[in-house]
């Protein structure tokens, strides 16, 4: 069945606008946005944007907050186009130079994520003055013509060594005359320290103990734990166990470093009040934030649990076929210290318990990295890895293969109680349960491969979801409980995605225009408006057009045809580049197994709003225009209903009479998102 295009004379009270006006307009957009996902069947929509990527307003900090001014734009911006979460990545504090997020560390917060902006208010004791916010950001850049911009880390850690130092001092200084503002923040900074700490053997150490380690990284002058004192690389080690040596030997340096100390405990204690605050933002809102649980950890981290990791062994990825080990040299978890006994944990256990309460301590969800790391991890040694002249790594020379086939030192199976594959039952899935989450709540990362103990576990005993990444497999046969994309932050934005590889993709079936034409149109009715779709998009996949910077209108024609199918689904997972059209050749926040100097850098717009109806309202649009979709997305939920029923023609009759309004609307809407002022 066709619906006609609305007319104005539904809209009378309207002003014709291209993008919803505040007030009435925007909440009758926002509401009818979210109606659309509701009769899609789609529950869950969550944009994926880590940290960094989020935007600046009214100053530029060189670097995104989750937690600052620029979060609450965006997340309003979400809601009001039907988002009801957002998927972080690792928010850690970043390791040396590495400036991705899955080397930082899994037990701590980045401290460049602290709004500087927040440190001038009364409720943070205006421990910054607005001249020096001012002096270390810089004013917005006006007329960029990009939607995007980038991450600048050399500024933005400067700018916050700067800014934190002067808000720490003034904090010290405000305390000795005891301001009421200072004398509260005091209160509550105490009350962090005391409680900092998940976990029974670190409870109100966990930060002391970090603040340490920064120290002695700056005595030894390298994070190397090699090259370290003996004493110092296993102080909290040695300490655990009762070593009166080490023992001492903390309290010594305790004491005559306790300001710095102090310095990071104050530095974390001002970010955390941030993520507080944001949360308390979020809950009024009802928008959640997916955490992102890394299935690694940085070397401060492995510093304090050193005794629960294998010396020398290394995880990384393996794939079959010809593709190359990824070395990831990332410490493995000893499976040997996993569990004592068949009810309580070891040192191992501990340490991946204060990972999962950190990562849920102030989000809703979680995202769980590489599924497999947790499961049957492939482990190398890295005193094997060998390269040849052209620096190849030369696969013969590395020892490694999964665990559970790996002997020990000793003879015996490296893992030879099988305490890997019960990490999911004994530790994850309980804590998942006292966040109040089910298994299928979270999202379990699982591209990957698959060996046997893996799915053994995984599907046969669990029976958990996986991540369906819709550029490589179809919607049409996947389970409602698995969480679909099409492409993540490690993808391309999926315009680009035609034109990666010499455009190789489109001889994929998924991207079949016959069908996606016949999955977005089973109603028998509109089979003539199938053909048509069909035949409008299939332009697209039989080449690709030498149009030079400028879209193919049949290629825009397919991604719509590729985010409808997606908005059929329950959980769905939209990345900011594809939501905002960033498009631009090689302009891409990170490819998997790639590496490259933009990737971990691209980010959103200080003015990415009205890029984005700009965008929409071009003459190559290349944003998501997300009324225009669900139009598409919930005909085809009609469709299927129908193509169900016993009665075709009387189901189609209910069903367009009760949803045509809402079907009119959302063609309004993405009729005005085009228009230009």
Not at 122 to 131: H, M
Not at 495 to 521: E, F, P
Not at 649 to 672: F, H, N, S, V
């Amino acid at each position: 069945m066709h619906i006609s295009p609305i007319q104005n004379r539904l809209y009378n009270n309207f002003s014709f606008q291209r993008r919803p006006r505040k007030g009435q307009e925007a909440e009758d957009y926002q509401k009818t946005i979210e109606k659309g996902f509701e009769v899609a069947g789609v529950k869950e929509r969550i944009a994926i944007t880590h940290g960094s990527v989020f935007p600046s307003v009214k100053r530029d900090s060189f670097i995104g907050s989750p937690y600052g001014e620029g979060a609450k734009e965006w997340i309003n911006f979400l809601i009001l186009n039907g988002f009801n979460g957002n998927q972080l990545g690792p928010n850690g504090e970043l390791s040396g130079k590495n400036i991705s997020p899955y080397n930082s560390s899994a037990l701590n917060e980045n401290p460049l994520f602290l709004d500087l902006k927040l440190l001038t208010t009364k409720e943070y004791g205006k421990l910054l003055t607005n001249k020096t916010y001012e002096y270390l950001t810089a004013p917005i850049k006006k007329n960029n013509p990009k939607n995007y911009t980038f991450t600048n880390f050399n500024e933005t850690s400067i700018a916050h060594y700067l800014g934190f130092n002067e808000a720490y001092n003034n904090f010290k200084q405000d305390l000795k005359r005891q301001t009421v503002e200072a004398t509260q923040l005091n209160k509550e900074f105490i009350e962090f320290k005391e409680s900092k700490g998940s976990s029974n053997i670190t409870k109100g150490q966990k930060t002391e103990e970090e603040g340490l380690y920064k120290i002695l990284v700056f005595e030894n002058q390298t994070e190397d734990l090699s090259k370290w004192d003996p004493l110092d690389a296993n102080l909290i080690a040695e300490k655990r166990k009762g070593n009166p040596k080490a023992i001492a030997h903390y309290e010594v340096l305790k004491k005559e470093y306790s300001d710095a100390i102090e310095r990071y405990q104050f530095e974390q204690f001002l970010i955390t009040k941030q993520i507080k605050e944001n949360k308390d933002f979020r809950d009024e809102h009802n928008f959640k934030y997916f955490s992102d649980l890394l299935v690694g950890c940085s070397k401060m981290d492995y510093w304090r649990y050193k005794d629960a990791f294998l010396d020398d062994y290394k995880m990384g990825s393996f794939e079959h076929g010809n593709t190359p080990y990824q070395l990831w040299s990332i410490p493995v978890i000893n499976p040997r210290k996993l569990f004592l006994g068949p009810n309580a944990l070891d040192i191992g256990g501990v340490f991946l318990t204060e990972k999962i309460e950190h990562a849920l301590e102030n989000c809703e969800n979680i995202r769980i990295d590489h599924v497999l790391g947790l499961i049957e991890p492939f482990i190398y040694k890295e005193s094997t890895v060998k390269y040849d002249d052209n620096g190849k790594q030369i696969k013969s020379e590395i020892y490694g293969n999964f665990v559970s086939k790996l002997p020990g030192d000793d003879g015996r199976p490296l893992d030879d109680y099988g305490s890997y594959p019960q990490i999911l039952e004994r530790i994850v899935l309980p804590i998942l349960k006292r966040h109040n989450l089910k298994p299928q709540d979270a999202v379990w990362e699982t591209i990957c491969c698959e060996p046997d103990k893996f799915k053994e576990v995984y599907y046969g005993r669990l029976n958990l979801p996986r991540i369906v990444q819709t550029e490589y497999s179809p919607a049409e046969k996947q389970g409602n409980e698995n969480w679909f994309l099409v492409g993540s932050h490690d993808s391309n934005p999926a315009i680009n995605m035609l034109r990666q590889d010499g455009g190789n993709i489109r001889n994929q079936n998924t991207w079949d225009a016959q069908y996606l034409a016949g999955y977005l149109h089973q109603d028998p009715a509109r089979a003539k408006e199938r053909d048509e779709f069909c035949q409008k998009i299939a332009n697209s996949i039989n080449g690709i057009p030498k149009l030079g910077n400028n879209l193919a209108k049949a290629d825009k024609e397919l991604i719509k045809a590729k985010f409808a199918e997606l908005f059929t689904k329950e959980k769905v997972m939209v990345s900011f580049a594809d939501i905002l059209g960033i498009t631009d050749k090689n302009i891409v926040y990170n490819i998997g197994g790639d590496k490259n100097d933009i990737y971990w850098k691209l980010r959103i717009a200080p003015d990415f709003i009205n890029k984005y109806y700009d965008n929409l309202s071009s003459d190559n649009p290349t944003a998501l225009n997300i009324p225009e979709v669900l139009k598409i997305a919930v005909q085809a939920k009609l469709d299927m209903q129908i193509a169900q029923s016993q009665n075709k023609d009387a189901t189609r009759k209910e069903l367009y009479e009760k949803y045509t309004p809402l079907i009119e609307k959302l063609d309004y809407y993405a009729e005005m998102l085009k228009e230009k002022e």
